[in-house]
């Protein structure tokens, strides 16, 4: 899976929507939107705060592991 598919798939798995889960990494709506259209990638930083929101590793955030 490519990271716009993970980054989807965590926030539906999790009944977050894009809104919420902006909330909880402190970006706008609409950066979790580009990023999961595959229009935008997220920094390092906003990586970091992905696997701590979902409590997930980064190797599932960037696609080495499955969900």
């Known amino acids: 899976m490519e990271f716009y598919e993970i980054i989807k798939a965590l926030r539906i798995e999790a009944s977050l929507s894009r809104k919420e889960l902006a909330e909880k990494l402190g970006v706008t709506q609409a950066c979790v939107s580009y990023w999961e259209t595959d229009k935008k990638k997220p ?3 906003q990586i970091k705060r992905i696997c701590i929101v979902f409590n997930v590793s980064g190797d599932i ?7």
Do not use: P, R, T, W
């Open 61 to 67: 955030v960037l696609g080495f592991e499955d969900i």
């Open 43 to 45: 920094s390092y930083d």
